[in-house]
């Protein structure tokens, strides 16, 4: 499975940005994907999924709850990252992913078998 992770830039505090993974090959609809970053000196976290089924079931991790929001497009085969109220602590490297785990593991690194390639997000304060 290959994955494009796009979108990524330069935003300003409180401003917003819209990341796209793209896959080739491959229906969403089979995998649960994730959106996981990274900041220079720090692991690897997860920031969001979307169950492969059902697309209304997603999970967030509460730093960027109420602000990002995961979705899908099944016809571009295209999930996308909406983030708003963009922090600075938000600046890292995004990547999208995607694993068959059982849903309960989505938020964990570990598990996801396939990744893109990464896009920088840059917030400046």
């Known amino acids: 499975v290959q994955l494009q992770a796009s979108g990524g830039g330069l935003v300003q505090a409180g401003g917003s940005l819209r990341l796209s993974c793209t896959t080739s090959?491959?229906?969403?609809?089979?995998?649960?994907v994730g959106w996981f970053r990274q900041a220079p000196g720090k692991e690897r976290e997860f920031v969001a999924a979307?169950?492969?089924?059902?697309?209304?079931?997603?999970r967030y991790d509460d730093t960027v709850k109420g602000r990002f929001t995961i979705s899908r497009d099944n016809a571009k085969n295209t999930v996308y990252l909406r983030m708003n109220s963009l922090r600075s602590e938000d600046t890292a490297v995004y990547y999208c992913?995607?694993?068959?785990?059982?849903?309960?593991?989505?938020?964990?690194?570990?598990?996801?078998?396939?990744w893109g390639q990464g896009t920088q997000v840059t917030v400046s304060s």
């Open positions: 090959g491959r229906t969403f609809r089979n995998f649960h």
């Open positions: 979307m169950k492969r089924d059902n697309a209304a079931v997603t």
């Open positions: 992913a995607v694993t068959q785990i059982l849903w309960a593991y989505v938020s964990e690194t570990r598990r996801y078998t396939y």
